[in-house]
């Protein structure tokens, strides 16, 4: 491979392996690397800068009110519509998921990344975001969930 080859390999490395310069705005900025922001700020990662990393991760994990919503109350009365017996499967089935989701999340975005810097590729998306949940509207009004 030539070093133009070896240069665009290294600008997708995954951000999770190093800590990012404090002068970049966000620890996981779309398409931003650890490379990239050292090249352009001229700052070497520290345990700081990692802490800082980390913090930032716990608290949109935990002070995110869509984790409690989706976890407890979404979930949780799903969870109901089975026997307490098998429970542990629809919990497993959820985690396991859960984990696909926002593992293929993570990845995806790094993958697309060429194709989303076109701002029109980001029109379509909002687009086939907006008729799918339009489309589950209807379709809950049409066909409500029966509560047990």
């Known amino acids: 491979m030539g070093s133009k ?8 490395e995954p951000v999770s ?4 310069p404090r002068s970049c705005p ?6 931003i690397t650890v490379d990239k922001c050292v090249q352009l700020h001229g700052e ?8 800082r990393v980390l913090l930032t991760v716990l ?7 869509h984790v ?24 497993l089935g959820a985690c396991c998921a859960s984990f696909a989701w926002f593992s293929l999340l993570g990845y995806g975005a790094r993958v697309l990344l ?13 687009g086939c975001m907006a008729l799918f949940m339009f489309g589950l509207s209807l379709l809950l009004l049409l066909n409500p969930l029966k509560v047990a």
């Open 59 to 65: 608290a949109f994990t935990f002070l995110n009110p």
């Open 17 to 20: 392996q190093k800590a990012l």
């Open 5 to 12: 080859d070896e240069n665009v390999i290294r600008q997708y």
């Open 44 to 51: 070497a990662s520290s345990a700081a800068t990692q802490l």
């Open 26 to 31: 966000t620890p996981f900025a779309f398409g």
């Open 114 to 126: 060429p194709v989303f810097k076109n701002p029109k590729t980001w029109r379509v998306l909002d």
């Open 68 to 91: 409690y919503l989706d976890t407890m109350v979404l979930l949780g009365s799903l969870s109901t519509r089975y026997p307490a017996d098998i429970r542990w499967a629809f919990a």
